[in-house]
Nanobody, 127 residues
Framework: QVQLVESGGGLVQTGGSLRLSCAAS????????MAWFRQAPGKAREFVAA????????DYADFVKGRFTISRDNARNTVHLQMNSLKPEDTAVYYC????????????????????WGQGTQVTVSS
């Protein structure tokens, strides 16, 4: 069983920055594909960013490219999402997810592929 705990959310003004963190339990964190998703009020959960097991491959949704950066520290069992140039439309609950299954593909966008989820952290961007 893998437990994921997100932190770092909060209230920020348009153009500001936040750094989200996700701490994972377990000894095999380096074997998990990791990702961030988000869910705004009244909307479906959507893919934000993903990172491969080694951290060498990343993937981003078009609406965050150039503004958000996903990274991981396998020695500390953590994954981060650095969010810059935040916009009001980035307001959402952000979720960390882990895929513990073997796959030859470096990253994944499909929610159904992720086995474990955190409880989420609220990000609110004021205009």
């Amino acid at each position: 069983q893998v437990q994921l705990v997100e932190s770092g959310g909060g209230l920020v003004q348009t153009g500001g920055s936040l750094r989200l963190s996700c701490a994972a339990s377990g000894r095999t964190f380096s074997l998990y594909r990791m990702a961030w998703f988000r869910q705004a009020p009244g909307k479906a959960r959507e893919f934000v960013a993903a990172i491969s097991r080694s951290g060498g491959v990343t993937d981003y949704a078009d609406f965050v490219k150039g503004r958000f950066t996903i990274s991981r520290d396998n020695a500390r069992n953590t994954v981060h999402l650095q969010m810059n140039s935040l916009k009001p439309e980035d307001t959402a609950v952000y979720y960390c997810a882990a895929d513990a299954k073997f796959s030859a593909i470096a990253t994944a966008r499909a929610m159904g592929l992720y086995d474990y989820w955190g409880q989420g952290t609220q990000v609110t961007v004021s205009s």
